[in-house]
């Protein structure tokens, strides 16, 4: 038979149409991931939080076609895209099953590699979803997620909480916080966690990388910035006050940014290999 890389008639046209592999916030975080998989053939692996379909697809093509990738993520759009992608790259061994990873619908003991880009950081119970992961590994199951850490965007924080100081605002400065410790957890917590569900720690590695901008207002029309954070800000406020409190933080950012000159914000992370006992 035809290898399928020498076959032309292998979709590839629409690639074109489709080329965005991953958002660019998510390369430094998954970078590294796929760095610290132990690819071998013919396995189940899950990805946790696709997204559009990273680290999804990459992990298909990167473990061949003997590997079956399931992924997970509630988001209806964005696992059509993932979709339509794995399609137009003529990838057949990805799963997308949209929903929770609070429930996982895959079998106990089925899966051999967990993966998750920020994602286990990102769902409504992590308890529950560890759960799941230790439910669904085998013994020697390889799990690697990573995780930007509490000092992610301090910059920006530290501007925030002086803007709602200056306004007396504190419900808002406990509510930034709690949203701090609720998205980014001390990684001496979340390896409680793993441990607690049969997890082995083999690695953990810490990097950063610095997302920088022109200014305040350039960071903040940013569409990663718009779609990923800004919700979450918005919501931190009391409805009346959103404009101000938002004028007075553009404001603060750009002193800042022509003091510096630029606005850079420090993004740590860890990335976490462990292992099913
Ligand atoms: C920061 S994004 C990471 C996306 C992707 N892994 C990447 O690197 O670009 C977090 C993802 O977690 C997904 N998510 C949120 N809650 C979830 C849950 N309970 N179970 C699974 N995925 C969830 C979101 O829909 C989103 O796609």
Redesign the pocket.
């Known amino acids: 038979m035809k290898k399928k890389y020498l076959d032309t008639d292998t979709p590839t046209g629409g690639v074109v149409n489709i080329g965005d592999e991953?958002?660019l916030?998510?390369?430094p975080?998954?970078l590294k991931l796929l760095d610290k998989v132990r690819y071998k053939p013919d396995i189940s692996a899950l990805?946790?939080?696709?997204?559009?379909?990273?680290?999804?697809i990459e992990l298909a093509m990167r473990l061949g076609e003997g590997s079956v990738v399931y992924g997970?993520?509630?988001?209806e759009a964005?696992c059509e895209r993932a979709g339509e992608k794995a399609l137009a790259y003529g990838v057949y061994n990805v799963r997308i099953l949209q929903?929770?990873?609070?429930s996982i619908p895959l079998e106990d003991e089925s899966i051999d590699l967990i993966v998750?880009?920020?994602?286990?950081?990102?769902?409504?119970?992590r308890e529950q979803?560890l759960d799941e992961c230790g439910r669904v590994s085998r013994s020697g199951a390889q799990l690697v997620l990573?995780m930007n850490l509490d000092q992610s965007m301090y910059e920006v924080y530290q501007c925030f909480e002086k803007v709602l100081m200056a306004r007396q605002m504190d419900d808002a400065v406990n509510r930034m916080h709690r949203h701090i410790a609720e998205k980014r957890p001390p990684v001496a917590h979340l390896l409680r966690e793993l441990r607690d569900r049969g997890f082995v720690i083999r690695e953990q590695e810490y990097d950063q990388f610095n997302y920088c901008f022109t200014d305040g207002t350039a960071m903040l029309n940013h569409y990663q910035i718009r779609s990923?954070f800004l919700n979450a800000w918005v919501d931190m406020l009391p409805q009346g006050k959103v404009e101000e409190v938002f004028d007075a933080l553009e404001d603060e950012l750009n002193i800042q940014a022509r003091r510096d000159g630029a606005l850079r914000l420090s993004i740590p992370f860890v990335v976490i290999c462990a292992e099913k006992s």
Do not use: Y
């Open positions: 991953l958002p916030w998510s390369a975080f998954g990805d946790i939080g696709f997204g559009s379909g990273f680290p999804l997970i993520d509630p988001w964005a929903g929770v990873a609070e998750s880009n920020n994602g286990i950081n990102n769902v409504g119970s979803v990573t990923g």
